[in-house]
């Protein structure tokens, strides 16, 4: 047990705050402060800047990138419009980002940390980040700092009450434990191993889903039939046949999309005549099925239950809970794509898994079929995601905040009769079930996992590396609780 002294309250500057009195005490004394880890003492030359409101432009060469590319769930940024804003090149101030460059955050989501996948040098980074120097033992430092050890200890150092929570340089006086058996050194080659196999996948997934993307609209582009586009104003009988006011459902940009997908030349189909039923996941309220115990731990005879709100844009699910009730719930069947119709609208998964009890919420539509063909299933989700991305959906769902995608509005979804083997060569980006490989060590690890994920689709890449990822999570644990780690990759 922990105890305070006079020196501690001292050293806190006579600060009596119980919160900031707390330590984090662990059995394994073997650590170190990160600030001990970096290459050289952090400067303010490490620090971003913040190059103001005033110089955000709609289109640029040089790019801003915000805090909120740094999320708790995915070891690399993700650089989309929200998070990395267009500014004059003027205030563009270089940070030579690089591939394994380590961003973290101080403020608002303080103690986030991500990687860098590639060269950014158009890219500067807000004064919410950090840029870390650091080389030795990079990828066994970087899977502490994204372990809640760091972010437990953080907590406890950064003052609590404020609305917006600020770390200012604290996050260098967190501790960093290394093992203590006597093939210390392999083990933590095993964890840096492990980290940058996570990091591939996650690599991977995102690169397949960009492929899925730009196969479908080459697709569509290089088949279309000999009519030519026009574009009309609405007329009356128009807003009486839809019964919508709303501009963007008659707008130049929407019509041009639209008539892409309908003049593809082996057509298009409305998923009821893809033969899909429609209907709305599980109502969850208490009135409807009674009281419920949830958890984020997996349990037994628990439901699974995938929330749209956590599905990724790469179609797969980046948080589960679990859900324990009496009642004989609306499960999915293998095959069933689930659609986020509400908020984040257009974000689906294909689920593949019969042996699992999952369900959904109301928020999600659930298409299903009598006779599955999950080949066909995949191709159709993928679609769906592609009408995410080009904006289609977002012209046909209505009201704010996200919007809504009500069963009404679905007659205006179309999704193009590819050829079959089209199908097949999306659907396999996606879903493609392949075993993994066997007899695998320190030497030939990291080599033999890339060339599974070649082979694998975004389904499985994302199973897997959830599994690794647990696996090292644990494997941590036992370094933090000074107990012996074995080298082991029967994952």
């Not at 007329?235 to 041009?256: A, F, H, M, P, W």
């Not at 080949?375 to 919007?403: D, K, P, T």
């Amino acid at each position: 047990m922990a105890t305070t002294n006079y020196k501690d309250i001292i050293s806190s500057k006579f600060n009596l705050a119980p919160s900031q009195l707390m330590t984090f005490a662990t059995q394994n004394k073997n650590t170190k402060f990160l600030k001990d880890l970096l290459d050289r003492e952090l400067t303010f030359k490490d620090n971003g800047t913040e190059v103001g409101s005033i110089n955000y432009i709609s289109k640029s060469p040089k790019y801003f990138i915000r805090a909120k590319a740094l999320q708790k769930e995915s070891f690399l940024p993700f650089l989309t419009e929200e998070t990395t804003i267009p500014i004059r090149p003027q205030v563009f101030v270089n940070y030579d980002l690089r591939k394994g460059d380590i961003l973290i955050s101080k403020d608002s989501n303080i103690g986030e940390v991500v990687i860098l996948d590639k060269d950014l040098p158009d890219y500067t980074i807000s004064g919410a980040l950090y840029k870390l120097p650091i080389t030795k033992n990079k990828y066994y430092i970087l899977a502490f700092l994204k372990h809640n050890h760091f972010r437990k200890q953080l907590d406890l150092l950064v003052p609590k009450g404020s609305t917006i929570r600020h770390a200012k340089t604290l996050f260098l006086d967190c501790k960093i434990p290394f093992p203590n058996q006597k093939n210390k050194n392999e083990v933590i080659l095993y964890i840096e191993l492990l980290m940058q196999a996570i990091i591939d996948k996650e690599k991977e997934i995102r690169n397949k889903h960009q492929q899925i993307l730009q196969k479908i609209e080459k697709e569509l582009l290089e088949n279309q039939e000999n009519n030519k586009f026009e574009y009309e104003l609405p007329k009356v009988n128009n807003l009486k046949e839809t019964t919508r006011i709303d501009s963007g459902y008659y707008c130049l940009e929407y019509k041009e999309k639209q008539f892409l997908i309908k003049n593809y030349k082996y057509g298009a189909k409305i998923l009821k005549e893809w033969k899909y039923q429609t209907k709305r996941g599980q109502n969850l309220q208490i009135s409807q099925i009674g009281r419920s115990i949830y958890s984020n731990a997996k349990k037994e005879n628990f439901y699974t239950l995938i929330r749209p709100t956590n599905f990724s844009e790469f179609g797969t699910v980046e948080k589960f809970e679990y859900l324990g009730n009496p009642k004989s719930l609306s499960t999915l069947e293998a095959g069933d794509i689930v659609f986020s119709a509400e908020g984040t609208i257009g974000k689906c998964i294909l689920f593949v898994n019969p042996k699992d009890k999952w369900i959904t919420n109301i928020h999600g539509i659930v298409l299903n079929k009598k006779d599955h063909n999950i080949q066909e299933s995949a191709f159709v989700s993928c679609f769906l995601r592609f009408l995410r991305f080009s904006g289609v959906l977002e012209f046909i769902s209505v009201g704010g905040q996200g919007g809504s995608l009500a069963k009404k509005y679905w007659k205006d979804i179309s999704i193009p009769i590819f050829l079959k083997q089209k199908q097949k060569e999306i659907a396999f980006l996606y879903h493609n079930p392949v075993e993994y490989p066997k007899n695998l060590n320190l030497k030939n690890f990291l080599e033999e996992d890339k060339k599974w994920n070649k082979k694998a689709g975004i389904i499985e890449i994302d199973k897997s590396m959830k599994q690794m990822k647990e696996y090292l999570n644990n494997i941590l644990d036992k370094i933090i609780n000074d107990e012996k780690v074995d080298i082991d990759f029967g994952f």
